[in-house]
């Protein structure tokens, strides 16, 4: 589904992204995990064209996604959400739904044909406030929304960066459910950050591990705890990196 290539980036002298080479298929929840300045929120970006990475090569279900612009990426399927959350915070929790069903329509008008505004509303706690302008939402339900707005798009992959920040427990737990049911009904690709290694861990299939804008470990959950590198980083002395 998604692949990329050998992905560089330096900002300045920073290199936020070295040579990663990532994939993901439909149908997959990928953990992308790593400690702060790792490039996690680099990578997100390169993949959904809000950075120009300095070379490598994307793919999105074999077709060039890497020289379109963020637009062109939304209209094929590439649907985000933003570490701070990026709403129309003047619209109506419905109007911003409608906006990104319209992107869709303009592109695969068959895939939109089988999106339902109020159905979406209403599955993920949203439809009572549907009338009411988004930037006087409480915190969880503007995430909900942002999600309901990527799904809006009818997402070939989603890309979600830290969605559970600031969430309570029982606020992730009814997020990770959301993207389950997702998956098992949009059947996309999912990307997902989050430093909330519980809420990664019951979630993702597969775990990518990043650190200083290198991909150090990728694989099965159970694999990669138990490899040392990833240790080293997670519960290594170094004071480098803080876990968060
Ligand atoms: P993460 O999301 O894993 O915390 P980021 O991708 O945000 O990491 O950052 C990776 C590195 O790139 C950091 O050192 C960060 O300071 C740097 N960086 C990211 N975006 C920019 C930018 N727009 N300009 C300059 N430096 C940046
Ligand atoms: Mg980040």
Request: hydrophobic share 45%; charged share 20%.
């Amino acid at each position: 589904m998604l692949a990329i290539e050998e992905i560089s980036k330096t900002f300045g002298g920073v290199r936020a992204l070295s040579e990663v080479s990532l994939s993901c298929g439909a149908g997959e929840i990928l953990g992308l995990i790593g400690p702060n300045g790792a490039g996690k929120s680099t990578l997100v970006n390169v993949i959904s064209g809000v950075v120009t990475p300095d070379k490598g090569a994307i793919t999105l279900a074999g077709g060039d996604i890497g020289a379109m612009a963020t637009e062109g990426r939304a209209r094929a399927g590439v649907a985000r959400t933003f570490q701070n959350i990026k709403l129309f915070k003047d619209l109506t929790v419905r109007q911003n739904v409608e906006v990104a069903h319209i992107t869709c329509v303009s592109a695969r008008r068959d895939v939109a044909a089988t999106i339902d505004i109020d159905t979406l509303l209403e599955r993920y706690g949203l439809a009572a406030l549907a009338d009411l302008a988004a930037g006087t939402l409480a915190y969880g339900a503007q995430r909900r929304l942002e999600l309901v707005r990527a799904l809006a798009l009818g997402p070939v992959l989603l890309l979600l960066d830290e969605p559970a920040a600031g969430l309570n427990e029982l606020e992730s737990e009814a997020l990770a459910e959301a993207i389950e049911d997702i998956r098992a009904t949009v059947g996309c690709a999912v990307i997902v950050i989050d430093h909330d290694l519980g809420f990664i861990n019951r979630l993702c299939d597969r775990l990518c591990v990043m650190d200083q804008g290198r991909v150090i470990a990728d694989g099965g959950t159970e694999d990669v705890w138990s490899n040392p590198k990833v240790i080293e980083v997670y519960v290594g002395t170094s004071t480098a990196h803080s876990a968060h």
